[in-house]
């Protein structure tokens, strides 16, 4: 795990020293990426989160949430009273399972959903899945992404990758969402990952930056469809955080020295990136929708 300088969270320290720059020389491992192949252990909040009961009694489905923001993500929903379900690729058990103990360490009920998302009746399982074992769905958490990173741009961009990243970040959201909205009462949120990506986007990387400006269109415009029956949608844009995404879809180039280029200096650790989905998940972003939040490191959203 990164070195945490700080002993007490609410202690003020340098942002840009808050946590050390992962090393990693440049060392990848193979995808979808798992936490214990990690070069470098990510912070999710494991010894950091503090919940205080902002969202007691809710019920969260976190596609993506076996490890990285996801699993950040799940901890601090859970501490602050939410029982979770995970839902993640087969391959990716081990980790979602280790989410789901951390859930239930904070005394709230943790449910692994093995599925594809690229796949619409599996969309609807993941749902229909969090109905049965949560009893309901007060928060939707669409999170879960792929990105292959190709340095030669649009030319190596294949159809079968653009396929799997379009029903992997884009579809997925509209067929979750879709089956979530007839149990999602007044009070009930939507949460979407974006990315600085799409706003920046990095050529290698163009077919991701496509789907992350969709979300945010996608984020905008059911917002507005929304308000009136009392249901917010609500979008984080993060920037370079450190995640197993990144050493199991970059090249060993990009790896080394990742997030060096943010006016912070540094990567974000997922930990930095729960409390903005705890504040558009909870009560207190009550005159919050249509937005996007930016964790970027100081990347402007421009």
Known sequence: MSDQKRSDQHTPQDPSSQYDQPETDGETIPHPGLTEDMPEKPDHGEQSYQGSGRLTGKKAVITGGDSGIGRAVAIAFAREGADVLVACLAEE?????ET?????????????????LTQESEC??????AVEHLGGIDILVNNA????????????ITTEQLDRVMKTNLYAMFWLSRRA????????????????????????????ATTKAGIVAFTQGLAQSLAERGIRVNAVAPGPIWTPLIPATMPSGNVEGFGEQTPLGRAGQPA??????????SQESSYVTGEVIGVTGGQPLT
Not at 104 to 113: K, L, S, Y
Not at 145 to 156: H, K, R, S, W
């Open 181 to 208: 909205l007839p149990h999602l009462g007044t009070g009930a949120t939507i949460i979407n990952t974006s990315s600085i990506q799409s706003r920046q986007p990095s050529p290698e990387l163009l077919d991701y």
């Open 272 to 281: 930095e990136l729960a409390p903005a989905y705890v504040f558009l998940a």
């Open 145 to 156: 992404a792929y990105q292959m990173a190709q340095p030669g741009g649009l030319e190596d």
């Open 93 to 97: 058990e081990a980790d979602a399972k």
């Open 100 to 116: 789901c103990r951390l859930v239930e360490d904070a005394g709230r009920r943790g449910v692994v959903c093995l599925t594809d």
């Open 124 to 129: 609807n399982r993941v749902i229909d899945e």
